[in-house]
T-cell receptor, first 114, second 115 residues
Framework: DAEITQSPRHKITETGRQVTLACHQT?????MFWYRQDLGHGLRLIHY???????NKGEVSDGYSVSRSNTEDLPLTLESAASSQTSVYFC?????????????FGPGTRLTVL | AQSVTQLDSQVPVFEEAPVELRCNYS??????LFWYVQYPNQGLQLLLK??????LVKGINGFEAEFNKSQTSFHLRKPSVHISDTAEYFC?????????????FGEGTQLTVNP
């Protein structure tokens, strides 16, 4: 069955380190998204991509970057981790082309920055 | 710009009681509306969506929602809840035409069903 996976599921790192969170989907979806989930804020969009070589900033993109070299993967990189980036990170994907396609979510990565 | 407000951060109810989770949105254009559910330690899954047509939308697990354009609301309801409905529920909106497939989420409502 097609799915969307994230790794690692849990990560503890130190302030200032570079961290990369992986997202892999086998739906063959064009659209991919990264969100962070924090208490009291719901989910906020970090970056998104509508296809290979396409990346766009979301509402909370500072300190994060993404690259899309193939359809299946959208890794999220924290250039220099900060304690404010402690959060749960969700990756999602959707078919693309229309505005109302359902987004399918991964299981999440819990990141702690000490 | 669009925004979503979920009016209750926590809703405790007893099993078999009815429940309503409230959601209001603001947008300058027509919208698509969604409710997602998140069970503990899991990702989000779609409960239901409003795209067009009938304002009463039925979803999975016996949930339904009603789109009210004049009140800019999309409240989620279930006539009789079960313990297994305990989860966090998110309302989300997507502008038609300006935001592609991007969603703006509300802050979430924690539904706790007690025996």
């Amino acid at each position: 069955d097609a799915e969307i996976t994230q790794s690692p599921r849990h990560k503890i790192t130190e302030t200032g380190r570079q961290v990369t969170l992986a997202c892999h989907q086998t739906w063959n979806h064009n659209n991919m998204f990264w969100y962070r989930q924090d208490l009291g804020h719901g989910l906020r969009l970090i970056h998104y991509s509508y296809g290979v070589q396409d990346t766009n900033k979301g509402e909370v993109s500072d300190g994060y970057s993404v690259s899309r070299s193939n359809t299946e993967d959208l890794p999220l990189t924290l250039e220099s981790a900060a304690s404010s980036q402690t959060s749960v990170y969700f990756c999602a994907s959707s078919v693309g082309g229309d505005f109302f396609n359902e987004q399918f979510f991964g299981p999440g990565t819990r990141l702690t920055v000490l | 710009a669009q925004s979503v407000t979920q009016l209750d951060s926590q809703v405790p109810v007893f099993e078999e009681a009815p429940v309503e989770l409230r959601c209001n949105y603001s947008s300058s254009v027509s919208v698509y509306l969604f409710w997602y559910v998140q069970y503990p330690n899991q990702g989000l899954q779609l409960l239901l969506k409003y795209l067009s047509g009938s304002t009463l939308v039925k979803g999975i697990n016996g949930f339904e929602a009603e789109f009210n354009k004049s009140q800019t609301s999309f409240h989620l309801r279930k006539p009789s809840v079960h313990i297994s409905d305990t989860a966090e529920y998110f309302c989300a909106v997507s502008d038609r035409g300006t935001s592609g497939s991007r969603l703006t989420f509300g802050e979430g409502t924690q539904l706790t069903v007690n025996p």
